[in-house]
């Protein structure tokens, strides 16, 4: 079962915050730890939507919340959990699946949120049910502004977008008081250790990081690569043959990865598109040197070189990479300390949550949730 995040030791306050209903797919940490984080602010929630057999059991009703599974493209289902619930705020996440049914249903007031491969990559079916969603949301979010930018070009009126981050637990996701010590907590050996964390499916490029892994294992033959994956089960590889030195890492509980973000001596994250990924931020706030894509979403708070490498996703730029994080202490050292302090600037999870607990309130009482039309501005580009 999956472990959700820390709470309070005190019960909810009396509800006068606005009741929600969160449609997406129940076992997912991200819904699991966004009703949690919720309810401690007040809310009553209550949570819809599929359920994934890649991922462990749903650990929802074990933390006291609703959960209505709806099974398949259910539009009935959906209108009968709005109808039950009677939420003041309906929070619908992929565009072109809950949320898409949460506006055909016309569940308002409607936060319609795209993940990210819900609108990067589309085909036309999958942008068509974009549009419609926009249209009748009052609220298009995302968490990037990047991915805020391509929903106003499907339609979002810029006055109601909104920018949010999921945050990360520093106190959790901290960087270790000593690396080898860490390592050995995951029965890890002391050698240069990478983690990869983003799954094995192709938008992730897992056979560039292979290939680059195996390029570096040329030199540094006791390196260890961490495949890390979500699911329960064992994954397909086509038929690969993986080089040596390769762990793969299936499901572990959410407060666990931790422990493996501080053991690592670098994170690779290089999808062909993205959109300002958690587990990233969590890599970051570990002291965890990263090598990212070179996206548009990085570079809204990324420096290249300072806070991170950005590099294409390709076996020669990420190998290069590495070869630079884990043979040059220095950078390594001043990357880890910038990263920390980025993360702890822009993506405090307990602040970041609160600020998600008042937009509710305002999209509840009819308010525009960005009135400005503003987006927030890159400290690098505002140099």
């Known amino acids: 079962m999956t472990t959700l995040p820390r709470v309070s030791g005190t019960a909810p306050a009396p509800s006068h915050q606005p009741r929600l209903l969160l449609l997406g797919t129940l076992n997912s940490p991200h819904i699991e730890h966004l009703a949690v984080a919720m309810r401690e602010r007040g809310h009553e929630v209550a949570v819809a939507g599929d359920i994934s057999s890649r991922l462990p059991p749903c650990a929802l009703p074990a933390a006291g919340l609703r959960a209505h599974e709806i099974r398949g493209r259910n539009v009935a289902a959906v209108r009968r959990v709005v109808r039950q ?16 049914m949460a506006a055909l249903v016309r569940a308002r007031p409607l936060v319609a949120m ?3 491969s819900d609108v990067h990559g589309a085909d036309r079916r999958r942008l068509w049910q974009s549009r419609y969603t926009l249209r009748r949301a009052d609220v298009a979010m995302a968490d990037s502004g990047d991915m805020v930018e391509r929903l106003i070009q499907l339609g979002a009126d810029r006055q109601r977008t909104y920018v949010m981050r999921w945050g990360v637990d520093l106190k959790v996701f901290a960087p270790p008081a000593d690396r080898t010590e860490a390592k050995r907590m995951v029965d890890l050996p002391d050698s240069p250790t990478i983690i990869s964390p983003r ?17 570096l294992r040329s030199e540094m033959p006791s390196a260890v690569l961490l495949l890390k994956h979500m699911g329960v089960a064992e994954p397909e590889l086509g038929g690969r043959v993986l080089p040596g030195g390769v762990r793969l890492v299936g499901h572990v509980p959410y407060h666990r990865m931790a422990a493996y973000f501080q053991a690592a001596d670098a994170c690779v994250s290089v999808p062909s598109s993205d959109s300002s990924p958690r587990s990233v931020w969590e890599a970051m706030a570990c002291g965890c040197p990263c090598i990212l894509s070179d996206l548009r979403w990085t570079r809204e708070l990324i420096e290249d070189g300072r806070d991170a490498l950005l590099v294409a996703p390709q076996a020669a730029d990420i190998a290069s990479a590495l070869r630079q994080v884990l043979t040059a202490p220095e950078l390594a050292d001043r990357v880890r300390a910038r990263a920390r302090a980025l993360v702890e600037a822009h993506h405090d999870r307990d602040a970041e949550m609160d600020k998600l607990s008042h937009l509710y309130g305002r999209v509840a009482g009819g308010a525009a949730p960005n009135p400005s039309g503003a987006l927030p501005r890159s400290p690098v580009a505002a140099k």
């Open 199 to 215: 799954g094995l499916s192709p938008v992730y490029n897992a056979g560039a990081i292979l290939d680059a892994f195996d390029e």
């Open 85 to 100: 619930v009677r939420p003041d705020v309906v929070h619908a996440n992929w565009l072109p699946g809950m949320a898409f």
């Open 114 to 116: 795209a993940w990210g």
